[in-house]
């Protein structure tokens, strides 16, 4: 062989090696006992499999334990008969419920100012970690329409007081600096199509009948065809950027505007004068604009708010035509029971739900805000999207994608935890536990998957939930909660059945 011969074949083997290259390992440090983190730099950071698909007659597990593990990856054959165990599953594939949607995180100002504060390759690895087919793969992404509590101030896109006409309509610096160009970037590395939400957190405070961007408020109806138009404005403005969103919803967070106890922008609603919004502005304003495909979403609030919420609103007839969805946000869900989840999609089978936003750290007895490496944050996470999918949920979206060290940046010093902590002093950021918990389902629960039912759906501290795949995949995510390991058995009633041990306080993704 010459040596123009040997050099390409040596060629073939380096493509060939980096081709098949496992998946780089977390770099694991630990922030205080029980508090493990993985930390990413401009040089390193972890990542997964880019192909998630399992041979015929084999199953593949990823596990995340609570003592160091992240996506561990086994795999094995399936057996024609289950051998004893401490938990038996059974999967029931014909007992078919809602298709997924997706699962996302937001694109606030917060976010983007702390991934642009690291390096550009470390930038670059956070954004692959989120999206790219080596990360957990995030296919939706909510944008506040102007300013939320994580920006650096109060904003919105016309603050020129008695602006009738909108005249002085106009995207801010904050959208050209961290939500546009961010957003592109983790569109081009993706494989997926990412859906873009959005939502107003408030008015222009001329429209308001506080004047002020927080408080006791509604929205003066004399400017209830301003603000449908003012978000027309948005989706075009946005357009023209050449982003389009596949939904809006009819405001964040509308009870924050009754009851003001969070002192961050917000707009007071009822049930009946949003309802005559959405069916006399809103609604028209969209559906007769190039715009018409957007869909728009209700509520964008507390679990506690259905169904009767919901209910008020659909007591007109064309603001029950123009909503598609309901979005729920989690706060208090440890509280509230996950039948008004069931309730809602039975009383309103048509309308899809969508959880629009999750944090931990908010509560005001909540220090350190950001506990780094917390296990216990992250199995509030997992318990909630299992209980979500396991209840009619489509979807679950995250809030910042990421946040610095002291939960921030946020104008009202409503300072919460995320599943990304960015250190920009050191140029490192940080996958807490929290990150892997969604990436469970994230990176294995595509859009279009079709959840079904597990009997039972939690025995002997495994919580369970399951999905069939648009391959055909089956997906089986496993919750263990108790200090224990267990020895457990799944069974399809096709495919055959996996025995396997699932470790003590650990996160499972089966695929079979």
Same mark, same amino acid.
């Given at each position: ?46 990542? $997964? ?11 593949? $597990? ?11 990856? /086994? ?18 594939? /014909? ?30 690895? %956070? ?65 997926? /199509? ?66 003001? #106890?969070?002192? %961050? ?38 679990? %506690? ?34 039948? $008004? ?36 944050? /992250? ?23 990421? $946040? ?95 025995? #396997? ?12």
């Amino acid at each position: 062989m010459d040596w123009t011969s040997k050099l390409f074949a040596g060629l073939l083997l380096v493509i060939a090696l980096s081709t098949a290259r496992a998946a780089n390992p977390c770099a694991l440090r630990e922030v205080s006992s029980d508090h493990l983190v993985c930390v990413c730099n401009a040089t390193y950071c972890d990542t $997964l499999d880019a192909d998630t698909e399992v041979p015929s007659g084999q199953y593949v $597990l990823f596990t995340t334990t609570k003592a160091g593990l992240r996506f561990a990856k /086994s795999s094995g054959s399936l057996t024609p008969q289950a051998k004893a165990a401490d938990v038996a599953f059974t999967l029931d594939p /014909s007992s078919t419920q809602q298709t997924i949607i997706g699962y996302g995180g937001s694109f606030t100002d917060a976010a983007g100012i702390n991934i642009l504060s690291l390096s550009a390759p470390a930038q670059e690895n %956070f954004l692959r970690s989120y999206f790219s087919p080596e990360g957990i793969e995030l296919n939706m992404g909510r944008v506040p329409i102007a300013g939320a509590d994580f920006s650096t101030r109060p904003y919105t896109y016309d603050d020129v007081a008695d602006d009738d006409d909108l005249s002085e309509f106009k995207l801010q610096p904050e959208d050209f600096q961290y939500k546009i160009p961010i957003i592109k970037r983790a569109m081009e590395m993706s494989r997926k /199509s990412i859906k873009l939400l959005s939502a107003a957190w408030t008015s222009p405070t001329w429209m308001k009948t506080n004047n002020d961007f927080v408080g006791f408020s509604r929205l003066k109806e004399k400017y209830y065809q301003a603000w449908a138009d003012y978000h027309v404005k948005f989706l075009n403005a946005y357009k023209e950027q050449a982003l389009d969103f596949w939904a809006i919803s009819t405001g964040n967070e509308p009870s924050n505007g009754i009851i003001p #106890i969070m002192r %961050f922008n917000s707009l007071g609603w009822s049930p009946a004068s949003q309802s005559k919004w959405v069916a006399e502005n809103l609604g028209p304003a969209i559906r007769n604009s190039p715009f018409n495909q957007t869909k728009i979403l209700g509520l964008d609030d507390q679990r %506690f708010m259905l169904p009767w919420w919901m209910t008020k609103m659909f007591e007109n007839k064309d603001t029950y035509n123009y909503i598609d969805g309901i979005a729920v946000h989690w706060y208090w869900d440890n509280l509230l029971p996950p039948y $008004l989840l069931t309730a809602t999609h039975n009383n309103f089978p048509d309308k899809f739900i969508l959880s629009t936003e999750a944090c931990k750290g908010d509560r005001p007895w909540n220090y350190p805000k950001v506990a780094l490496g917390s296990w216990s944050r /992250s199995e509030d996470y997992m318990a909630d999207i299992i209980q979500d999918m396991n209840h009619w949920v489509s979807g679950w979206v995250d809030w910042n994608l990421g $946040l610095d060290m002291q939960g921030g940046p946020n104008w009202a010093n409503n300072f919460v935890d995320a599943a990304v902590i960015v250190n920009k002093d050191a140029d490192e950021f940080y996958k807490q536990p929290i990150f892997y918990a969604m990436g469970h389902f994230t990176k294995f629960v595509p859009e279009g998957s079709v959840h079904f039912t597990v009997e039972p759906s939690s025995k002997k501290g495994i919580s369970t939930t399951a999905f069939t795949t648009p391959s055909g995949q089956s997906v089986v995510v496993l919750y263990n909660r108790r200090s224990s390991d267990k020895k457990v058995t799944v069974t399809h009633p096709e495919k055959g059945s996996v025995s #396997i041990t699932i470790p003590k306080n650990s996160y499972n993704t089966l695929l079979l």
